[in-house]
């Protein structure tokens, strides 16, 4: 028969694996929240009891200014900030008690001030847990959740030591069993308690002087607060209790026998400021005693003893040292410097610009009071003028970027002022980043022929300096207002309007050939009226490119306007085409007859385009006569080819014709029959002439 094996099954639950994670940044001494969405994750209802665990797991790794991460150093714990706190209180109460035993020896006090001690105990260390952790959940908190159902709860960070904490918000029923969401807060040292700015020009009197007083406040108001809020955590009845316990727990402790004073590590991140390393502070200002000098000190007296028959002494003379500040105040130092509670700011700057500069206090003894103060200096200089020359000419414009340099963390809003001349432009503001350089763009357009004057500033209203810029421009001559390339055949005409941009009466020039136009020309206003343009006739008679410019003149501003034109005249037609044909090394002619109708002779320049064509360079017709001109062609190479001979004259113009040329092969000189007896030599000459004007080197075959 079979027996049943009986287990017995223990669990050991050694880590929560949560169902989700949150990530959350937080600032020390300032309250952030974790909003978690829950959900029922069972098939059956449950009520949910919500429990938080939670742990420091890394250390704030504190890098003081100007050092690497290498030499940085962990803050201290919670449990050593907070421990010896407890410690000291746990001590002191131990020896009040066992003094208030005595005392009521016998009687109900004694239990009665037993119970105080136990409940103050009890405060106390509620309050120094509550510092060292930074996540809570309102106590009794608890959801009724059907299943799949979603409900919010919110968990509030409040760190007063700086590090990464890890906390598990543990849902448990009983009945149904529990879950966990994990959160990851990383707290990170506090915002700044106060963000401060002065200013200084380099340039005045104040340069020399460059030391501010930073005055402290006895409480650091950040803690404070973040102490406030973390009491709403306590019940009702405890808030009262607990809320100088607290206070007192987040305030750095003065050690015995330093007259209530506390040295606080004093670190700066700008090499352009200095001051000593440590900072007293305490709660008070010491209120200074001092006697004045009266008989009780004179010679003849003792120990303060009056002789007899001396009067009585005066009063003794109090001076009070001025209370602390509530806030932070940075000024310039008047009188006496405190006693404590001040850091003495030596301000050296390398040039005008913005300077940032963030103080971070840390208590020797250990406490949670890091303050963080943030100073922002502005130095100015006077303004140091600058000269600009400009040249352009008339009607041009020419641009120059003037660089502004902006040193400080905040962008800049110049505004702009030209003063002295119209020839000078430029935007009325201008933005220049924050550590950065802009170009402000200054522009010189003279109207004329001229020399300018001016002044550029640029104000920044917010520093307080500005930028004078002494301008000089000079207007040279004009350039042409535009250029026209004309294309057209000789003995054609043309007309050609420019655009004038003026307006009044203007006279008109002009250097071309074959051109023609009314001398003066009225334009409207503007150059927008309706004879605002001029129209110019052109007539070249003979081909070729002709340059030139024309010319408008104001009459009364004697401003003028001018064009560069280039005239691109092809040949006209031929007149007709002439085939001429010769044996190489021989000639053949042709004659052109051509007419003169005018009065007076006309001379032609003739020019020859093709191989082997000979005539005159020039011909010329008689008034009312009728001539011919005489054309050869000798080759001297057998081909086909064509030509051209042309009659340019610059009142009657271009003629032209056209040549066809053909080339045929000379017939072989047959030379006298040669002979020689067989081993004999015979020699004959030939005559080769030479139709060329140069030296020629001739080869056999």
């Not at 706190?85 to 066992?98: I, Y």
């Not at 085409?577 to 044996?583: E, K, P």
């Amino acid at each position: 028969m079979a027996s049943n094996l009986v287990f017995l099954l223990r669990t050991t639950v050694t880590k929560l694996k949560a169902i989700q994670t949150f990530n959350v940044g937080a600032s020390s001494f300032e309250q952030t929240s974790v909003e978690i969405v829950v959900k029922n994750p069972y098939e059956t209802s449950c009520t949910l009891f919500c429990e938080i665990q939670q742990e420091l797991i890394t250390p704030y790794n504190f890098v003081p200014p100007g050092m690497s991460k290498a030499n940085g150093n962990n803050l201290p714990l919670p449990e050593q900030i907070f421990g010896p706190a407890l410690a000291r209180q746990k001590s002191k109460k131990r020896v009040g008690t066992a003094a208030s035993s005595m005392r009521g020896a016998g009687g109900g006090g004694a239990k009665e001030d037993a119970e105080t001690v136990a409940q103050e105990l009890d405060d106390r260390e509620k309050c120094l847990k509550m510092l060292g952790q930074p996540f809570h959940v309102h106590e009794g908190t608890k959801l009724k959740l059907n299943p799949g159902e979603e409900q919010k709860i919110n968990v509030s960070v409040l760190p007063f030591v700086a590090g990464t904490y890890r906390a598990y918000v543990i849902l448990l029923d009983e009945k149904v069993g529990q879950f966990a969401y994990e959160i990851i807060a990383t707290c990170g040292l506090p915002k700044p308690s106060a963000e401060l700015a002065f200013d200084l020009n380099a340039d005045g009197e104040e340069a020399a002087d460059n030391e501010k007083i930073l005055r402290l406040p006895q409480r650091n108001g950040l803690l404070d607060k973040a102490a406030s809020v973390a009491l709403d955590r306590l019940p009702s009845a405890m808030r009262t209790r607990c809320r100088n316990i607290l206070l007192s727990y987040v305030a750095p402790h003065a050690a015995e026998n330093t007259n209530g004073m506390v040295r606080y590590r004093c670190m700066f991140d700008s090499p352009f400021f200095q001051a000593v390393p440590d900072v007293v502070m305490r709660g008070n200002e010491i209120v200074a005693v001092v006697r004045s000098i009266t008989e009780d000190t004179k010679p003849g007296s003792k120990n303060g003893t009056k002789a007899e028959g001396e009067p009585p002494s005066s009063p003794v003379k109090e001076k009070k040292k001025p209370a602390l500040p509530k806030n932070v105040i940075l000024e310039d130092l008047q009188g006496d410097r405190p006693l404590s509670n001040f850091i003495m700011l030596n301000f050296f700057p390398k040039e005008a610009g913005t300077y940032p500069l963030t103080v971070t206090l840390m208590p020797f003894t250990g406490e949670p009071d890091l303050r963080i103060y943030k100073i922002e200096a502005t130095v100015t200089t006077q303004p140091k003028e600058t000269s600009l020359e400009f040249a352009a000419p008339a009607r041009q414009i020419v641009v120059q970027e003037i660089p502004i340099q902006n040193n400080g963390n905040e962008e800049w809003t110049l505004g702009c002022a030209i003063a002295g001349s119209r020839s000078f432009a430029g935007p009325n503001s201008f933005k220049v980043p924050a550590n950065s350089t802009a170009n402000y763009p200054l522009s010189f357009k003279p109207q004329w022929i001229c020399e300018e004057n001016g002044v550029l500033t640029l104000k920044n209203a917010k520093v307080g300096n500005s930028f004078i810029f002494n301008l000089s421009g000079k207007g040279k001559e004009p350039l042409a207002d535009g250029h026209f390339a004309i294309p057209m055949k000789a003995r054609e005409s043309l007309e050609h309007v420019f655009r004038i941009p003026g307006a009044g009466s203007f006279n008109v020039e002009s250097d071309l050939p074959y051109v023609s136009g009314p001398p003066t020309v009225e334009v409207g206003g503007d150059g927008g009226g309706e004879n605002s343009d001029y129209v110019l006739k052109i007539a070249p008679q003979a081909s070729g490119t002709y340059t030139g410019q024309i010319t408008f003149t104001n009459e009364t501003t004697k401003q003028y306007y001018w064009y560069t034109v280039e005239i691109l005249v092809s040949a006209p037609a031929e007149e007709a085409s002439i085939s001429m044909s010769a044996v190489c090394r021989t000639a053949t002619a042709a004659t052109i007859a051509l007419s003169n109708p005018t009065d007076n002779p006309i001379v032609f320049k003739v020019r020859l385009d093709g191989d082997g064509l000979i005539g005159d360079n020039t011909f010329t017709l008689e008034p009312q006569g009728t001539s011919s001109y005489e054309l050869f062609y000798s080759p001297l190479v057998a081909k086909r080819h064509s030509g051209t001979v042309a009659f340019t004259n610059d009142l009657a113009g271009e003629f032209w014709y056209k040549l066809e040329l053909a080339a045929t092969p000379a017939q072989p000189i047959k030379l006298p029959q040669m002979s020689a007896p067989v081993g004999g030599k015979s020699r004959q000459q030939i005559t080769i002439q030479n139709p060329l004007g140069k030296e020629l080197k001739m080869g056999s075959r």
